[in-house]
């Protein structure tokens, strides 16, 4: 069976530092995607980056970047110069071509201080 | 539309009613999702569509889930006979392709409906 898992539950990371969010999943394809959404207290779903496991490159978006680790089946994302908007859910997803189908994992809560 | 419209943003039903969610996926998009997220955080996958036809539908508790997506209509996702547990926020997404290689496999999630069985 395939599966995402997040293992911590909850950070916190004080304004303008770095956060590193953990995700490890399990699958035997080779071909896969791999998402990270934000989900602020608004309840709307936003994508945050994607990886694609053919590219050996990290992906990254402006603050934010993913180490991307194929053999470890690990996929974490760093959030660099954190801002109080960044507090939010921070789901990683999976997913695998022709599926249609997204696994997600439970969730990281994620809060920025001030 | 450019964005996925889920109506109506909160239902409140008691147990054993129906209840009934509607997702108009954006213009364009030929695959739409259903997810079910429970206490703000597990999204369970329920069905996929490929336009009006079902893709998957391995998450769906047939006795009292249905869902349709008929061509020029929101799709619809129905409970009948609603339990206590069917409480939780139920989000529709679409994307273009589904996922696949070469195109976008990005997911445009909806608001979400929030279902409140009492």
């Known amino acids: 069976a395939q599966t995402v898992t997040q293992s911590q539950p909850e950070m916190s990371v004080q304004e303008a530092e770095t956060v590193t969010l953990s995700c490890t999943y399990d699958?035997?394809?080779?071909?896969?995607?791999l998402f990270w959404y934000k989900q602020p207290p608004s309840r709307q779903m936003i994508l945050v980056i994607r990886q694609e496991a053919y590219k050996q490159q990290n992906a990254t978006e402006n603050r934010f970047s993913v180490n991307f680790q194929k053999a470890a089946k690990s996929f974490s994302l760093k959030i660099s110069d954190s801002q109080l908007g960044d507090t939010a859910m921070y789901f990683c997803?999976?997913?695998?071509?022709?599926?249609?189908?997204?696994?997600f994992g439970t969730g990281t809560r994620l809060k920025v201080l001030a | 539309g450019e964005e996925v419209a889920q109506t109506p943003k909160h239902l409140v039903r008691g147990e054993g009613q129906k209840a009934k969610l509607y997702c108009a996926p954006i213009?364009?998009?030929?695959?739409v999702f259903w997810y079910q997220q429970v206490l703000k955080n597990e999204f369970k996958f329920l069905i996929s569509?490929?336009?009006?036809?079902?893709?998957?539908e391995t998450g769906m508790p047939k006795e009292r889930f249905s869902a349709k997506c008929l061509p020029n209509s929101p799709c619809s996702l129905e409970i009948q006979a609603t339990k206590l547990e069917d409480s939780a926020v139920y989000f529709c997404a679409s994307s273009q392709s589904g996922t696949g290689p070469a195109t976008n496999e990005k997911l445009f999630f909806g608001s979400g409906t929030q279902l409140s069985v009492l």
């Open positions: 997803a999976f997913t695998t071509s022709g599926t249609y189908k997204y696994i």
């Open positions: 569509f490929q336009n009006e036809n079902v893709f998957d």
């Open positions: 213009k364009g998009h030929s695959y």
């Open positions: 699958t035997s394809e080779n071909n896969y995607y």
